[in-house]
């Protein structure tokens, strides 16, 4: 895991922080299923992809960076040997990302679980008729 995190880089912690309160919404709501925090839930884990999409992409710009200076020090190494480590070590968001969003639908599953369907229809508002 610690691995994983390295390769990742510095968007992980932002990663990190948006997939804990992903999950700790996520069991909120199954803990006590109302329509706010189901609504908490999905923004948040919106807001995991973003941040997701955001490292990897960070991770690529990084590689892109990061593989011409590594290549003039080390001429043995292959154009394609570098791009490839560069590229699975840019997938390290993706793993942690796609897992904690997971989590999350495993658990908001369990939230819907517990609470009948009929208690999520829109409130009707008789005076306005």
């Known amino acids: 895991m610690l691995t994983l995190f390295e390769e990742g880089g510095f968007p992980m912690w932002f990663l990190l922080a948006f997939g804990a309160l992903t999950l700790v919404s996520a069991a909120r709501f199954a803990a006590r299923p109302e329509p706010l925090r189901l609504r908490l839930s999905l923004a948040l884990g919106v807001a995991t992809s973003f941040a997701t999409a955001t490292a990897i992409c960070a991770d690529l710009a990084q590689v892109g960076h990061q593989v011409p200076d590594y290549m003039a020090r080390h001429p043995a190494l292959s154009l394609s040997a ?3 480590q560069g590229v ?4 390290s968001p993706a793993i942690l990302g796609f897992t904690v969003l997971s989590l999350t639908a495993l658990i908001v599953a369990l939230g819907f679980h517990r609470q009948p369907f009929a208690t999520f229809e829109a409130p009707r508002d008789r005076d306005r008729l």
């Open 88 to 91: 699975a070590e840019s997938m």
């Open 82 to 84: 570098l791009l490839l």
